[in-house]
């Protein structure tokens, strides 16, 4: 479904690589976790997907087509997109920032009314009851909620996913990261989240490529990257989620 | 009522009229000009520092400076047009700049989610920059829609009519009620327009929210009502007036008032529709008669000898007055005649005042000078007539102070200054006891009054008529008395006009 060939990302003509000579691929339906700790070109390497950034060299392939060759703005209103910071647009409603990208493809009114019914349902945020809000009078968990709604909208077959619970309360966040993995395994999401909190990477992903300084250390299923490190790095960050489970069974057993 | 009130009420419809379309069509122009710039310079570093350099050095320009180069610019062309570029200049700071601010401080997640969703450079632009910048630059707009209706009373002085009417006229003639009237006019219709943009900003952002619908419509109706009702007044300027036939103008100060209403007067009475440009500068009235715009106002021959035609020497009376006439002709202006009054500089003290130090004339003020102190005009210790006068009688005085011509007086007569520059046909002098002192080596220019008219005006034998029966009919004494009713009785125009005919002695 999408497929890195080889790509660089350099800022500075080539003197540092923000990106080293990547090849990934990813199948249809499949949810890959990008992680790595911050400047490890994870969110770089997603942006190049929508052509958010534009690869130094290399080749990406969506569908079987390489992006390089589409209008960008084409590419992104077929590519789902959920924010770090969520964006929603402040001055519109809940409803319109869910219509956004049918409106850019100019479906009908009917449609885009009836698609917008049905992603809010589907976030669990009533059309009826939360459509005329504006985003502001919305909880930060509800807000990201409609930045997914949105990204869903205009059915897209991948969606890219930038640190999207990140800003949210441990609470939320775990509410939000169980609903969002029913709901791309319901509909068969190919999904690239870029994060850098291991436990959602291990809890969402079907498989996890490691990052550090521009080069992909490691790829593999929570299992393989668990059980067959191949590299001292890889081995404490995937083992980070079970070092801390473990010290809280032992404080709870000293009570 | 009182009289003078009423009078000025009277001229209330024409001056709001004037004044609404000039600064409906200046901030229109600057929104229509400003907001793509200030768009422009947000996108591009390159244009920004520039662009915002030369909108703020517009702004440190005095408006009088602005006003007057225009005209100048224009080939001394004056009215709306001068008026209207000059404030839509004005009104550009304001407005460029918080275009460019609203648009910066659009928020980088919001901005980078209207990318990743797909929005192209132009949909980000006017479907999210713009109306999230939208409150801050319509806050530009208020801003420069007040400024703007305050300095449109400037515009008065390059002909164009506007409440400042009320205030140049009202300061130069000491009618306080005129200025009242027009301060207030000008502030209402600022706190006016600024209350109907902000309404109108608010109805915009509450479109979306579920308010109480009713009330919304209620006042969505009266602001469309207000505004549609303004902009119609605005453009019932544009409708072409009957053309007058001839266009009167005069200066701003009391003299002026009355001469060029006693010529739109015997004009009228002649049956031919006048219109008049009052208060304006004097070069810029000067420049307007050489092409025409003005048809006839009265001039000074003094003026023309050191102003228009720079010469720094004095050949008297008469050689003065036939230098000018000769002039005159070149430029294309025709000399109607010499109204017979004079109203020259000459210096003045209290009466008593002089008798203390032994004063009458000049010459006795050589040896105290350096321990007296002089007010002047805003102009006479700037013209070469005071630099040949400090030169003949090799004086100076201790303090040269520059006042508003009322204050001038003002400061002679509670004694703050010994000697002033005062003029001959003025009112004050008599009011306040000055006494004018000689000029024996001739240093002051003579400044005969003189009816100047467009070759246009010229050339029709009624008009020429008119203005020839004129001629030499004002004495000095005439002048001055019909002066004082208004400087120093507080009497209107109208009433020292008609003292004026009274005493005239008509060819």
């Known amino acids: ?255 | 009522m009182s009289d003078n009130l009423r009078e000025q009420l009277l001229l209330l419809p024409a001056y709001f009229q004037g004044h609404l379309l000039l600064t409906l069509a200046a901030i229109s122009m600057g929104v229509l000009i400003s907001v793509p710039l200030g768009v422009w310079a947000e996108q591009s570093a390159r244009v920004k520092r520039p662009l915002l350099a030369v909108v703020s050095i517009i702004q440190t320009f005095p408006s009088l400076v602005i006003l007057a180069l225009v005209v100048a610019l224009l080939g001394g062309r004056i009215g709306f047009l001068p008026a209207f570029i000059a404030l839509t200049l004005y009104s550009m700071l304001p407005i460029v700049r918080n275009t460019v601010t609203g648009l910066e401080s659009v928020s980088a997640s919001v901005i980078d989610a209207a990318k990743g969703i797909g929005m192209s450079p132009n949909q980000i632009l006017r479907e999210v920059k713009l109306p999230l910048a939208m409150p801050v630059i319509v806050a530009g707009i208020r801003t420069a829609m007040v400024w703007t209706v305050g300095l449109a009373t400037l515009s008065t002085l390059v002909g164009a009519t506007s409440f400042g009417n009320y205030i140049f006229t009202g300061l130069q003639t000491r009618n306080l009620v005129a200025v009242t009237v027009g301060s207030l006019a000008s502030a209402s219709l600022a706190v006016g327009l600024d209350s109907l943009v902000a309404s109108m900003q608010w109805l915009l952002e509450k479109r979306s929210e579920a308010v109480d619908s009713a009330r919304l419509k209620r006042i969505r109706i009266s602001v469309y009502g207000v505004t549609a009702i303004i902009v119609s007044l605005a453009l019932y300027g544009l409708i072409p007036k009957p053309r007058a036939d001839f266009v009167v103008a005069g200066k701003p100060f009391t003299e002026q008032y009355i001469m060029a209403g006693l010529l739109t007067q015997e004009l009228e009475e002649a049956g031919f529709n006048v219109e008049q440009r009052l208060g304006m500068g004097s070069a810029v009235v000067y420049e307007a008669i050489r092409n025409g715009t003005v048809d006839v106002y009265v001039e000074y021959t003094g003026m023309v000898w050191a102003n228009f035609m720079s010469r720094e020497s004095n050949p008297g009376r008469e050689g003065i007055r036939s230098g000018v006439v000769e002039f005159l002709e070149e430029q294309n202006v025709t000399t109607v005649g010499f109204t017979g009054f004079r109203n020259r500089y000459a210096l003045a003290m209290r009466r008593d005042r002089a008798r203390e130090l032994g004063v009458t004339s000049i010459e006795d003020l050589i040896p105290i000078a350096a321990e007296l102190s002089a007010g002047s005009d805003l102009e006479f210790f700037g013209r070469t007539e005071w630099f040949r006068l400090r030169d003949l009688y090799n004086m100076d005085f201790a303090d040269k102070l520059t006042f508003d011509v009322s204050l001038m007086y003002t400061a002679v007569a509670g004694r703050q200054v010994d000697v002033i520059s005062a003029y001959t046909t003025d009112g004050r002098v008599a009011a306040y006891d000055l006494l004018l002192l000689d000029d024996p080596r001739n240093a002051l220019l003579a400044y005969d009054a003189m009816i100047l008219a467009s070759t246009n005006a010229a050339a029709q034998p009624e008009f020429m008529r008119i203005l020839e029966a004129l001629v030499d009919s004002i004495p000095d004494a005439a002048m001055r008395q019909a002066n004082r009713l208004v400087d120093v009785d507080g009497e209107s125009i109208t009433v020292a006009l008609e003292y004026l005919r009274g005493e005239m002695t008509k060819n």
């Not at chain 1, 992006?67 to 924010?83: A, M, S, T």
Request: overall charge negative; hydrophobic content about 40%.
């Open chain 1, 1 to 255: 479904m999408i497929e890195l060939k080889n790509v660089q990302k350099s800022y500075d003509g080539g003197a540092t690589l923000a990106v080293a000579d990547t090849s990934l691929t990813i199948e249809r339906g499949e949810f890959l976790g990008l992680i790595g700790a911050s400047g490890c070109g994870k969110t770089t390497t997603l942006k190049m997907i929508n052509r958010l950034e534009e690869p130094s060299s290399g080749e990406i392939l969506v569908n079987n087509c390489n992006v390089i060759d589409q209008n960008p703005e084409q590419l992104r209103r077929n590519i789902g997109y959920v924010f770090q910071g969520i964006g929603l647009f402040p001055h519109r409603t809940v409803a319109e920032n869910v219509a956004a990208v049918p409106q850019l493809l100019q479906w009908s009114a009917g449609d885009i009314h009836a698609r917008c019914e049905e992603c809010m349902e589907m976030v669990g945020l009533p059309f009826d009851e939360y459509g005329e809000r504006s985003p502001s009078q919305l909880s930060g968990g509800q807000q990201q909620r409609i930045g997914v709604a949105r990204a869903l909208a205009a059915r897209p077959e991948v969606v890219l996913m930038d640190e999207p619970f990140g800003a949210l309360d441990p609470i939320t966040r775990s509410e939000l990261q169980e609903e969002f993995k029913s709901i791309q395994q319901n509909m068969a999401l190919t999904v690239v989240m870029v994060t850098h909190d291991m436990t959602e990477a291990l809890l969402l992903a079907d498989r996890i490529a490691v990052m550090r300084e521009g080069v992909v250390l490691q790829i593999g299923t929570p299992k393989e990257l668990l059980n067959n490190p191949s590299h001292d790095y890889v081995r404490d960050i995937v083992a980070m989620p079970r070092r801390r489970a473990q010290r809280l069974e032992e404080l709870m057993r000293n009570e």
